[in-house]
C-alpha cells in the first residue's frame, strides 16, 4: 500500500494538520496585531516630535503642513501622512502621553478607532471605556460610532438589579456591566398605545438590532417560548442565552409602566427554567423587565426579597409622528379626493394632448 496514502488517511495526520492551519492563523494574527502595534506607536512618535517641535521651537500649524509634503515626499507608498492625520497623531501624543499605557492598551485597536475616541469623547472615563470594550468584543469601526453615539457608557450597569445579593462575585459584576438602562429601541416606532405583543413582534422583526443593542455574548433562544408547569402553559416573551454569563436570560416586556407584581410573575419564569432547562454547567437564569416607565423606588423594593436574579430597566422607543403633527396631516379622504383630482387632470392632458398630434 502507498506509504502517502496511509498518512494521508491516518487520523493523526488529520489531528496534526488541523493543529498546523490553528498555528499558521494564530500566526498571522500576531503578525497583523504586530504591525498594527508597531503603526500606532510610529503614530504617537510622530505626534510627540510635533508637540515638541511646537512648544520648544515655537513652531505654529505650518510645521505640520510642512512635515506633510515632506513626508509623503520621501514615502509616497505610505498612507496616513496627510495634514488632517499628523494633527490627529499631535492630538493623539497630546492626550495619551504614557507610552507604555499607548503600547499596552491603545495600540490593539487601529488608528480608525483611536482617532474616533479622540474626536467624539473628551471624557478620559469615557474613552477608557471604550477602548477596553472595543479590544474586549473586537467591535468594527462602525460598531464602535454606534455604541459611542447611543450612549453606552452613561446607561451600562444603570438598571436596577438585585444582583450583589442574589449572584457570586465576579459574576455579579459581570451580569451588572451587562444591563443598562434605559434600552434604546429607536429602530421601532410604535405608537403610544403599543401593547406587548407590537412590542415583541417589532424586535423579533429587528432582531439583530435588538441583540445589538442588549450587548455582547447575547444569543436568541426563542420567543412566546412554550413551558409546561403542571398541567398548565405559560410562554416567555423572550428567551436568550448569554455565552459570557453562561446563563439562560428571560426577557418580559411590558408596553406600560412598572408593577410589582410583574417581578413575582418572573420570578416564577426562572424558577421554572432552572429546573426544566438549564443544564449542568450553566449558571443561575437571569430575568429582565423592560417597561416604558419605572420608579426606581419602588423597582428596588420589589426585587429586594426576590429569590432570583433579575433586573429592571426602562427602554425608549423611536419618535412617532408626533400628535401635534399628526394632527396637520391631511385625513384619508382628502389624500384620495386629491388623488382622482389628479388622475382626472392627468387624463385631460393627455387627451389634448392627443387631439393637438392628431390636428
Known amino acids: 500500500m502507498d506509504t502517502n496514502k496511509e498518512i494521508l488517511e491516518s487520523i493523526d495526520y488529520a489531528q496534526v494538520l488541523t493543529k498546523l492551519k490553528d498555528d499558521v492563523r494564530a500566526s498571522r494574527l500576531r503578525a497583523a496585531r504586530a504591525v498594527n502595534t508597531e503603526l500606532i506607536l510610529l503614530y504617537h512618535r510622530i505626534g510627540t516630535y510635533i508637540l515638541k517641535l511646537q512648544k520648544e521651537q515655537g513652531w505654529g500649524s505650518k510645521v505640520i503642513q510642512q512635515l506633510s509634503k515632506d513626508l509623503k515626499s520621501t514615502f509616497p507608498d505610505m498612507k496616513g501622512f496627510s495634514e488632517r492625520n499628523l494633527k490627529y497623531m499631535r492630538k493623539f501624543a497630546f492626550e495619551y502621553p504614557d507610552v507604555e499605557f499607548v503600547q499596552q492598551a491603545v495600540a490593539q485597536l487601529p488608528w480608525s478607532h483611536i482617532c474616533i475616541i479622540l474626536t467624539s469623547l473628551q471624557s478620559p472615563d469615557a474613552r477608557q471605556f471604550y477602548i477596553a470594550k472595543a479590544i474586549e468584543n473586537g467591535w468594527s469601526r ?104 453562561h446563563s439562560y436570560v428571560i426577557v418580559e416586556l411590558k408596553a406600560g409602566k412598572f408593577k410589582p407584581e410583574y417581578a413575582g410573575k418572573l420570578n ?92
Open 142 to 245: 462602525n460598531i464602535l460610532s454606534i455604541q459611542i453615539e447611543g450612549h453606552l457608557y452613561e446607561r451600562s450597569g444603570k438598571a436596577v438589579t438585585n444582583f450583589d445579593d442574589k449572584l457570586p462575585s465576579p459574576l455579579s459584576d459581570l451580569a451588572n456591566a451587562s444591563l443598562k438602562d434605559p434600552y434604546l429601541f429607536d429602530f421601532l416606532t410604535l405608537h403610544d398605545k403599543a401593547i406587548e405583543r407590537d412590542l415583541e413582534k417589532g424586535l423579533i422583526e429587528h432582531i439583530r438590532d435588538f441583540l445589538l443593542e442588549l450587548g455582547e455574548g447575547f444569543a436568541f433562544i426563542g420567543n412566546q417560548y412554550h413551558l409546561a408547569v403542571g398541567e398548565s402553559d405559560f410562554y416567555i416573551d423572550l428567551l436568550l442565552y448569554n455565552t459570557r454569563l
Open 268 to 359: 416564577f419564569y426562572l424558577s421554572a427554567v432552572d429546573d426544566l432547562i438549564r443544564q449542568p454547567g450553566d449558571n443561575p437564569s437571569i430575568g429582565l423587565l423592560l417597561c416604558k416607565e419605572k420608579d426606581n423606588i419602588i423597582a428596588e423594593y420589589a426585587l429586594k426579597d426576590i429569590e432570583k436574579s433579575m433586573g429592571l430597566a426602562s427602554y425608549k422607543l423611536g419618535d412617532a409622528i408626533p400628535k401635534d403633527f399628526q394632527a396637520s396631516l391631511p385625513s384619508i379622504e382628502t389624500i384620495e379626493m386629491n388623488l382622482n383630482r389628479s388622475l382626472k387632470l392627468s387624463t385631460k392632458t393627455v387627451e389634448k394632448a392627443e387631439q393637438n398630434d392628431a390636428n
